[in-house]
Structures are given as C-alpha cells and as structure tokens.
C-alpha cells in the first residue's frame, strides 16, 4: 500500500469526499492510493453513508491491538512460506475480501474464499479455516455449504480422509459458464411476455430487445470462456535468462 496504513487525517478527507459525492476512484486519486485501498477501508467501516472518519481510525486501531494480542496463539504468528511478509499477506487477505464483499458475498462467505484463494495449495479442512480465521466450525460450515451452492469451492477428501474444500483453475471456468446459463430464465421470460404484450407494441419491443442482448452477451461469454479455460491451466516457467514463459499444464 503506498504510503503505508491509512491515516486519521486521510480518513476525514474520504469522509469529505464520500459527503461531496465523489467516487472512490476519485477520492483515491486525490489521496494517492490505489482505489482498492478506499474501496476496502469505505466498506468495512459502515459503507458510503454511514463511514465516520473518527469512527473507522479507532475501529482500525482496536482491530490492529486484537490481531497482536492474538497472534501469538493463533496461526498467524506462524511464519510465512517464500519469505513473504507475514502482516503484507493478511492485510491482502482482507483486501481481496473486501473485494468479494462488494462483489454481493456476505462477509464470512468472502472471508473463507479470501482465505482460501491465499493458500499456495488452495484447500483447507474446516478446522483449519476456523483457526486462521479465528470462528466457530458452525460459522465455516455455514460459509461453505454457501459457497458450494454458488459453486465458488467443492469438497474432496484427502488421504487421511478429512474433507477440504478446495478452490481450484476450474472454478472460474465452471462460475464463469453458470454466470452466463443464469441470463436464460430471464431471456425465455422476456420471450413469453412479447406474445402477452403482443409484438410490434412498445412493452413488447423492450422485452424483446433485452431478450435478444442477454442472449448475445451470454453466448459471448459462453464463446470466450471456452476459449480462454486454456489460461486458468497456464503455469509461468523460468527460463535460463530468469525471464518467465507460459506453460500449459494441461495435456
């Protein structure tokens, strides 16, 4: 993060610029902070009409004194693997669920893929999860059999036979298809309302003009994930000069 954590007297310029009706975008430029940072720091101290600069500088200071009274029993003291800094990596962590939160996830439901999709084997048990993000089994239970729904992760058991939930290459493929395959309750909906409405009449005309740009778009992404699933299996190798290459990993 450039310049380091958020200040107070950044706070009360975001809270200006929030009350101007600036968009974050905005607010970001005018700080010199990546978007990310005003996007993250807005949602998860009371969102655009409720952020209070006073308020979210003492939230965050309360949040920072609980994380290192934890640390030391919880597996965030552990140390990290690839020499990566250890407190770069959480607040990440947090930031990439800040951006599932916006996305429409409900927090818990963010935090468990955030935390997942920060795993260099990208599974865990639910033990484990209920470790690193400090909650109660139930609470991951609940996120998962959410996620699953939403195939956003999927279950295995490994050779001790402990179920882990597992995000995976293709999940975004899969999530990608579905995503597209959601439009087609809509598009066979706005076809029946044409013959209701009767065609050539202007409620007829609007439904099935939006009909026929669902169906488009939806075939074009159905069109490019098929033809981009490819990327999610491409490793990048080193070559003898250190500059990276793609590598398929697909046969």
């Given at each position: 993060?450039?310049?380091g ?18 968009a ?6 005018r700080?010199?902070?990546?978007t990310?940072t005003?996007?993250r ?15 979210a ?5 309360q ?39 916006t996305s ?11 935390c ?14 209920a ?17 699953e729904g939403?195939?956003?992760v999927?279950r295995?058991?490994?050779e ?8 995976d ?10 995503s597209?395959r ?12 044409v ?11 609007r ?32 070559t003898?000069?250190d ?5 398929s990993?697909?046969?």
């Amino acid at each position: 993060m450039p310049g380091g954590r958020l200040t107070q007297a950044e706070r009360q310029q975001i809270a200006v610029g929030l009350a101007d009706g600036l968009a974050y975008a905005e607010i970001a430029r005018r700080l010199d902070r990546p978007t990310s940072t005003i996007t993250r720091e807005v949602t998860r101290n009371g969102g655009p009409a409720g952020y209070r600069a006073d308020l979210a500088h003492r939230a965050t200071q309360q949040r920072t004194h609980q994380r290192r009274q934890a640390a030391p029993r919880g597996s965030q003291a552990s140390p990290q693997p690839y020499g990566r800094d250890a407190e770069a990596v959480r607040d990440y962590q947090e930031a990439l669920t800040t951006v599932y939160m916006t996305s429409g996830l409900p927090k818990m439901m963010a935090r468990v893929l955030g935390c997942l999709y920060t795993t260099d084997t990208g599974s865990l048990t639910a033990s484990e999860l209920a470790q690193r993000l400090q909650v109660s089994p139930a609470s991951i239970s609940k996120a998962i059999t959410f996620l699953e729904g939403q195939d956003l992760v999927r279950r295995e058991r490994d050779e001790n036979r402990r179920e882990r939930y597992v995000v995976d290459d293709d999940l975004w493929y899969q999530a990608m298809i579905r995503s597209a395959r959601a439009n087609d309750l809509f598009i066979e909906t706005a076809r029946q309302g044409v013959g209701v409405l009767r065609p050539g009449t202007p409620a007829a005309a609007r439904l099935e003009n939006a009909a026929r740009f669902l169906d488009f778009v939806s075939e074009g992404l159905i069109r490019a994930a098929e033809q981009g699933r490819e990327v999610l299996y491409t490793r990048a190798e080193t070559t003898p000069d250190d500059t990276a290459r793609p590598r398929s990993d697909r046969a």
